[in-house]
């Protein structure tokens, strides 16, 4: 069915699904990083970037939080800009693993099989594929970059984050070396896990995630600077990866009950992607079992429900202003 939704629509929708959200109680604070035990859990926003760039924020959307795995996302980009999505899936893979995003025994499992640069193997395996090989700061200013270009503005390096991640990442070393046993990690272990940690403590807003959102959802076009950021056929790719792995084991019960491809991060944010449509994104510390933030999810389902939107729903949807 072909149908329109008026920009004010997604407006007053964003606003109840806020209102609505932030009464909600549950989840805790990740403890497993010291940094983010710490942080207020009353925190709370929601903001959404249309592909004609409006933007529409609610809450604390200028509070720069832990990105921790939605750093995925943009990396996986950046993966498949500098080495296209096919040398993605090779060295890489689409897959998801059904398996939480530490999964050791998912690396075992699927040790001559690659899975996805969306959980935590695949992601470090996405850092040390990004060019130029060894050289720790280009690579990092490369990852940097690239999140400046699709978000329109600079996200910040969190010093105490990063420090309390690399006290602590000792999963994710073993990841790294069992990874390195594989053949699957393309560049020295020790930088390309470095290089993970420290994209996870990068420091962004709700209303910057929304913006790299909308980017995805508008083709790669940032419509905030109006730049080309990657290919076109890359948005496909990355949204089908967000869609079937975003949310770790619990993919599957996220993008039925919201009906929009999505990626969490143990920070309390959440990036969604309404292809053609918007980006969204919402924060709040407190997570589920699965370590994903209670009241991101509610708020963003609660969104899509108002507006009666879903990626699989057939309709042929069109915002007018
Ligand atoms: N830095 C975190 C880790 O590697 C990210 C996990 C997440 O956000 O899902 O454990």
Partial sequence: ???????????KAAQEAYNEAKGVKGGANADYIPYLANIDPELFGLSITLTDGTSFNFGDTEYRFGIESVSKVPTAILAMIQHTPDGVLERIGADATGLPFN?????????????????????????????????????????????TALCGSAPELIDELYESETATNFNNR?????????????????ISLDLYTRQCSLGITSAQLAVMGATIANRGLNPVTAKQVFDPAISAKITTMMASVGFYQHTGDWLYTSGIPAKTGVGGGVMGVMPGLFGIAAFAPPLDGAGNSVK????????????????FSGDKVSVVS
């Fill in 174 to 190: 073993a990841i790294s070396w069992l990874l390195k046993n594989y053949g699957r990690i393309y560049d020295d272990v020790d």
């Fill in 1 to 11: 069915m072909e149908r329109t939704i008026t920009v004010s629509d997604i407006r």
């Fill in 103 to 147: 999964s050791i025994f998912a690396i075992l499992l699927e040790n001559d099989h690659p899975s996805t640069p969306l959980v935590n193997a695949g992601a470090i395996a996405a850092c040390s594929m990004i060019a130029p090989q060894g050289a720790t700061d280009d690579k990092w200013k490369a990852i940097t970059d690239n999140i």
């Fill in 296 to 311: 991101a999810q509610t708020a963003i389902r609660l969104l899509m429900s108002k507006l009666d939107l879903g990626i």
